[in-house]
């Protein structure tokens, strides 16, 4: 196992900004080596060319028949960069079988919620839905059952009277930055 990693996101792109930040202070011990966005528009991909990812790519879901041919180009870029470890940060995508058995045990999602509680696209909204008073993140492997590998870590927070989805999911995210680059670090030393 070494330790470069493959980062796949959709959005803003924090997660990948705290895990390149904590491997710039000497906290986190992997290489970023290749970040892959599903969005033309997506933060991450940007935060990814500023800090010098060396593999960047816009992969666009429309040039592939399916799937599986999408997940397998994606598959391909990853192995031949020769990462062990593929983390998901805001990936909204879902998966193929294939993908996710061509990389057992290292595929690496994070959820914003307490999983098994509120699995799903919007765990922030159905925990505010569902009226509970802690919430908070998990990062767990990634298998073909949506949001149900096992878990690595969990950080809780408090849903506050008067909370929106935005502030809940502020609250949430802040645990999030700590807890993503820790579990990466652990992984790869
Ligand atoms: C995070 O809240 C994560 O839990 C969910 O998607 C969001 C990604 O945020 N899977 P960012 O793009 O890393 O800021």
């Known amino acids: ?33 290749v970040v892959i966005c599903n969005k033309a528009d997506a933060g991450a991909l940007q935060i990814a060319k500023d800090a010098a990812v060396p593999h960047v790519f816009y992969v666009n879901p429309k040039e592939y028949k399916n799937r599986e041919m999408y997940d397998e180009a994606c598959a391909a870029i990853i192995k031949k960069a020769d990462c062990s470890l593929i983390v998901l940060a805001g990936y909204m ?20 919620s307490l999983l098994p509680s509120f699995k799903g696209a919007d765990a922030v909204g159905d925990a505010l839905r569902a009226g ?7 990062v ?42 820790q579990v990466v670090h652990q992984l790869v030393i």
């Open 93 to 112: 995508r879902i998966l193929s079988a294939s993908f996710i058995q061509s990389f057992p045990n290292q595929i690496l999602n994070i959820h914003p």
């Open 132 to 138: 509970v008073k802690i919430s908070g993140c998990t």
């Open 1 to 33: 196992m070494n330790n470069k990693i493959a980062v796949m996101a959709s959005g803003k792109g924090s997660n990948l900004q705290v895990i390149l930040s904590a491997i710039q202070a000497g906290e986190c011990a992997a290489k970023v080596e």
């Open 140 to 181: 767990h492997y990634v298998t073909e059952e949506l949001d149900s590998g096992k878990i690595l870590t969990q950080a809780c927070v408090p849903v506050l009277e008067g909370d929106d989805w935005y502030s809940l999911h502020a609250r949430i995210q802040e645990q999030e930055h700590k807890i993503y680059p």
